[in-house]
C-alpha cells in the first residue's frame, strides 16, 4: 500500500529553521512531482513548493527564498527545508506526489496520494 509519510515538524521561534521530509513506501519519488501544502484550520490548503521529476522547482511568493524542496533518491525522499520562519509559516505541512508535472503550476492533483501532515508552529 503508498505510503507517504511527513516527519520534521515541531515549535521552533521566529527565525529559526526547520527540515521536513517526505518519505515513501511502495511509491518511487524520483518518478513523480512532489508537492508541500499547508494548512491553517478555516483556511484552504496552500500550495507551498513543488518539485518536478527533472529537478526543476517552484516557490510560492511567501516562502521563495527561505525554502529550498529537495529529493535524495537514496532515501526515496523529498525534503522542505525551511529557513527564517516567521508566525505566519505556522500550519499543518503535507506532502503530495502525483505523476503530472502540472501539479507545480496548478497544485492540484490529479491521481496522486497525500500524506497525513506534520505540523509545524512558529513562536513570535
Known amino acids: 500500500q503508498v505510503q507517504l509519510v511527513e516527519s520534521g515538524g515541531g515549535l521552533v521561534q521566529f527565525g529559526g529553521s526547520l527540515r521536513l521530509s517526505c518519505a515513501a513506501s511502495e511509491l518511487i519519488l524520483d518518478y513523480y512531482t512532489i508537492a508541500w501544502f499547508r494548512q491553517v484550520p478555516g483556511k484552504e490548503r496552500e500550495g507551498v513548493s513543488c518539485?518536478?521529476?527533472?529537478?526543476?522547482?517552484y516557490y510560492s511568493d511567501s516562502v521563495k527564498g527561505r525554502f529550498t524542496i529537495s529529493r535524495e533518491s537514496a532515501n526515496n525522499t523529498v525534503y522542505l527545508q525551511m529557513n527564517a520562519l516567521k508566525p505566519e509559516d505556522t500550519a499543518v505541512y503535507y506532502c503530495?506526489?502525483?505523476?503530472?508535472?502540472?501539479?507545480?503550476?496548478?497544485?492540484?492533483?490529479?491521481?496522486?496520494?497525500w500524506g497525513h501532515g506534520t505540523q509545524v508552529t512558529v513562536s513570535s
Open positions: 518539485i518536478m521529476a527533472d529537478g526543476s522547482t
Open positions: 503530495a506526489a502525483d505523476p503530472e508535472w502540472r501539479l507545480c503550476l496548478s497544485y492540484t492533483l490529479s491521481s496522486g496520494y
